[in-house]
């Protein structure tokens, strides 16, 4: 998971549902955007990890290594960093949204609308409906981790 989740303490959910919560004060008033350039090209980055890396959020099968071996020795806490939980709130938004509708698609018109909100010189504004359908889909993404 980019950024938010690169330090292993970092809880992925908590990162998400700030992400998710900045773009829709962004899609809900488009002219506050341009101050957020760089939350939603976080948000986008987001959203090209769940569509591009088959892995993401899922977990490693656990391993049971002998009580001293030398896989058991980590630099890094054994810390939950939730990333699955965001995988399934994406997955739930998605189908809420745009159901029906081929995932990739889906995934590729909400980045659509974000670039439009963050750069409208260059990738043109989104439309009330596009905005709308965005709004939903981040919606559902913070319903899905409201207990954060």
Not at 50 to 60: D, K, L, S, V
Not at 68 to 86: I, N
Request: glycine fraction near 6%; charge should be neutral.
């Amino acid at each position: 998971m980019p950024i938010m989740a690169a330090h292993g303490q970092n809880d992925a959910r908590v990162a998400a549902r700030l992400l998710a919560s900045t773009a829709v004060d962004c899609l809900r008033d488009p002219a506050t955007a341009g101050q957020w350039e760089v939350a939603l090209n976080n948000v986008y980055r987001l959203l090209e990890s769940f569509r591009i890396n088959q892995f993401f959020g899922h977990e490693a099968p656990s391993r049971k290594s002998p009580h001293g071996a030398p896989e058991t020795l980590s630099l890094v806490p054994p810390m939950e960093r939730h990333v699955k939980e965001v995988r399934l709130a994406l997955a739930k938004a998605l189908d809420a949204t745009f159901a029906g509708q081929p995932r990739d698609e889906a995934i590729v018109a909400v980045e659509k609308v974000l670039q439009g909100l963050a750069y409208p010189h260059k990738f043109g504004e989104p439309s009330h409906d596009e905005l709308q359908r965005a709004t939903r889909f981040f919606e559902g993404v913070l319903e899905h981790l409201k207990f954060v």
